[in-house]
């Protein structure tokens, strides 16, 4: 998976001073805006690998949360993090600044974060989102470029996440999915039990589908397949529901079956 790298080397040993001394090994808390609506940054204690978690906020309310890992060098101090991405690509890049005030963080600065992910999300990528509200609607997400330091905490224990990712119009299929009851260690398209989605082409152990024109409903998106295997042909659909994330696949005949998508190490799944 491609990381973010960071451009300044010393960013983690001057971030991880400031932290001991103005937190007291606690996590930091940043806030940033993207229009009206806030964006909270959560970033961990000083640490060689951990998780950066950013919250939206809609009406002084948490809707979304997205989750990218990193991991700093122990030479150069040099940090990676990866925020993961469906679609053809599998995480986005950008770069990193700290800024600080008399020894104190102060900023966090992502160069063009917004507008990469905007521009990610027009061409068929989607950011993995966790939502909070099952009312809540809308297909992309946008992360702020720079973020001021708040204060010291960790980030709030949440209740249920009520979908599991977000997805792009172009692409509402794409990753790597599992049956409920299998676990993704072993879910790969050459394997099994899983199925590997990208575009329009649907791949499983020893089949394969061709998705066909993707239709949009207001609580899940459908499509209709032709799928060859076995030295046979026959037709299948395919719906995303758009509240829980997941895929049903089938037909009348064969059975209607689910999947989840695997979470991004592929060592579990985002169904909560």
């Known amino acids: 998976m491609k990381a973010i790298l960071y451009t300044a080397a010393a960013i983690m040993l001057s971030l ?20 009206k609506n806030e964006v909270r940054l959560y970033t961990p204690p000083s640490s060689p690998a951990g998780t950066y978690i950013f919250e939206g906020m809609t009406g002084g309310k948490p809707s979304w949360r997205v989750e990218a890992d990193y991991a700093c060098s122990n030479g150069d101090v040099i940090c990676s993090l990866s925020i993961p991405l469906l679609g053809e690509r599998s995480s986005l ?22 507008q990469h992910v905007a521009y990610a999300q027009r061409s068929g990528g989607a950011v993995q989102i966790k939502r909070y509200d099952k009312k809540a609607s809308g297909e992309t997400v946008a992360l702020p470029n720079s973020y001021a330091f708040k204060g010291c905490g960790s980030p709030p224990e949440r209740r249920a996440f009520s979908a599991t990712t977000t997805f792009s119009k172009s692409n509402p299929f794409d990753g790597l999915w599992r049956h409920p009851e299998s676990s993704c260690e072993f879910a790969d398209a050459d394997n099994g039990p899983a199925m590997r989605i990208k575009g329009r082409d649907l791949g499983m152990l020893e089949s394969g589908c061709r998705i066909g024109k993707v239709r949009h409903g207001k609580s899940s998106t459908k499509a209709d397949m032709v799928c060859q295997g076995y030295d046979m042909e026959w037709k299948e659909t395919i719906e995303r529901i758009h509240r829980t994330g997941e895929i049903r696949k089938g037909n009348a005949e064969d059975g209607i079956y689910p999947f989840v998508l695997c979470d991004k190490d592929n060592g579990s799944a985002f169904q909560r």
């Open 16 to 35: 991880t001073a400031a932290a001991a001394e103005t937190c007291e090994g606690q996590g930091m808390v940043w806030s940033g805006k993207q229009g």
């Open 93 to 114: 890049d950008v770069d990193e600044e700290s800024i600080y005030e008399g020894g104190s963080p102060k900023y966090l600065i992502f160069a063009n974060l917004s």
